[in-house]
Structure formats: C-alpha cells, structure tokens
C-alpha cells in the first residue's frame, strides 16, 4: 500500500504530494535517464574538421601558386595523400583521424612552400653570385686591377 503524504505551503493555498519511489517508478526514471545520457551522445556527436580541411585545401592551393612542385613535389604529393584521406576519414565518420590528417596536410603543404622558397632563395642566391664575379671580371679587365 502506498502512503501520500499532503504538505502544505506557508500560505495554505496548495498542497503537495509525495509518494514513495515504487520499483516501477524506479526503472522508469532509470530508463529515462538513460535515454537522456544516450540522447546526449548522439547530440554531442563530433562534428566534422571542415575548418582544418579548409586549411589544408588552401596550403596546397597557395603551394602551387607559388610553384613548389618544381622545387619540393614530395611534401606537396604527402600534403594532397593524406588530405584525400582525411576526406575519406569524414565520409566513414572518423573525425578524430580526419582532423589529425587534415593538420598534417596543411603542415606538409606549409613545408613543401617553405622548402620552395629556400630553394628559390639559393637558385637567386646562385644568380647573383654569377653576377658579382662577371662584374669583377669586368672591373679587372678595364682597370687593370686585381679584385
């Protein structure tokens, strides 16, 4: 049997019931409650790295502009592999893989531009020291001097 209990409020205007938690009471608000917390995961499900991919796709759309693939194409093939799989790490809902290969790629694309202008720098460099020696050969030449 089950006891109610009446409470009144201060002013007497309402009452207020309480009965004690039946076992069927119990496994209704224990499924409630599951059905809550499961709810919320799916609701917190991770949500895909589109601003990492967005990184990514504009390292290696600023990496062949700036002509890599004829100094660094190694880094820029990395870059696009694992970009394509970071994709494909979307598509099958892993979003930690996904973002993980989307930095990579950016980091990879951000290298082979950095490893570009190193090497345009020492192509520039090379250049320039031609030139040097060309106008003291020319100093030499008219002058007579040794430089």
Do not use: H, W
Not at 115 to 122: D, H, L, S, T, Y
Request: charged share 25%.
């Amino acid at each position: 049997m089950i006891q109610t209990v009446q409470l009144s409020t201060v002013r007497g205007e309402s009452n207020l019931s309480l009965r004690p938690v039946t076992a069927t009471t119990a496994r209704f608000m224990g499924s409630a409650v599951a059905g809550l917390l499961m709810l919320a995961a799916c609701a917190s499900a991770q949500a895909p790295p589109s601003a990492d991919i967005q990184a990514a796709e504009q390292a290696i759309v600023e990496a062949n502009r700036s002509d890599v693939a004829d100094y660094s194409s190694d880094e820029l093939d990395n870059a696009r592999e694992k970009l394509t799989a970071a994709i494909s790490a979307v598509q099958s809902e892993n979003m930690d893989k996904a973002q993980r290969l989307a930095q990579q790629s950016r980091v990879d694309a951000q290298l082979a531009s950095a490893r570009a202008e190193v090497a345009k720098a020492e192509s520039d460099n090379q250049e320039m020291q031609k030139s040097i020696d060309m106008l003291k050969l020319e100093i030499q030449r008219i002058t007579g001097e040794k430089i």
